[in-house]
T-cell receptor
């Protein structure tokens, strides 16, 4: 079992729709969870972080965390073509020194 | 520019040469991380350093790779005797403290001919 798992996609949504990106992790001791956006040929950009169970909202983005189910998700409301990118889920594992990334979900927002 | 800085942005080496990649963390950050991203693959942790100390190098290949973060100056990732399989994007990130969010630099694209 991979430490951090994501569906590779691509996930296609129409402009204006809600995009839902999912991530599961294996280390029950993990406490810190992050979502990064990476455009092709660019470096990862931090979108959201969440430490507590529940929802955290920032503009059009909402991160959701369920530690009991070892599940973290990212919702993007009113999706725009500029949101088309690969979204990386990241979790501190191995006692906290190492940020482990999923392989990413490619999101395509279509006009 | 208060962000993470990396140089060079692009580096071309022939097999057997040495590659030196530099990273200056965000102002005020003393925790530095190096990652490697192979084409069409995910980001892989390599090493975590604080000033003058290697905290976790569990992701570093056993041979040819080394990293340092001296008291003064940038962090350096050094690859000796490069091979074609070393061709990748190498990203540096920094954080204010352990377990905190990490901010990435623009990366160094290494091509080994």
């Amino acid at each position: 079992q991979k430490e951090v798992e994501q569906n590779s996609g691509p996930l296609s949504v129409p402009e204006g729709a809600i995009a839902s990106l999912n991530c599961t992790y294996s280390d029950r001791g993990s406490q810190s969870f992050f979502w990064y956006r990476q455009y092709s040929g660019k470096s990862p950009e931090l979108i959201m972080f969440i430490y507590s169970n529940g929802d955290k909202e920032d503009g059009r983005f909402t991160a959701q965390l369920n530690k009991a189910s070892q599940y973290v998700s990212l919702l993007i409301r009113d999706s725009q073509p500029s949101d088309s990118a690969t979204y990386l889920c990241a979790v501190y594992t191995g006692g906290g020194n190492k940020l482990t990334f999923g392989t990413g979900t490619q999101l395509k927002v279509e006009l | 520019n208060a962000g993470v800085m990396q140089n060079p942005r692009h580096l071309v080496r022939r097999r057997g040469q040495e590659a030196r990649l530099r990273c200056s963390p965000m102002k005020g950050h003393s925790h530095v991380y190096w990652y490697r991203q192979l084409p069409e693959e995910g980001l892989k942790f390599m090493v975590y350093l604080q000033k003058e100390n290697i905290i976790d190098e569990s992701g570093m290949p056993k041979e040819r790779f080394s990293a340092e973060f001296p008291k003064e100056g940038p962090s350096i990732l050094r690859i000796q005797q490069v091979v074609r399989g070393d061709s990748a994007a190498y990203f540096c990130a920094s954080s204010l403290a352990a377990y905190n969010e990490q901010f990435f630099g623009p990366g160094t694209r290494l091509t080994v001919l």
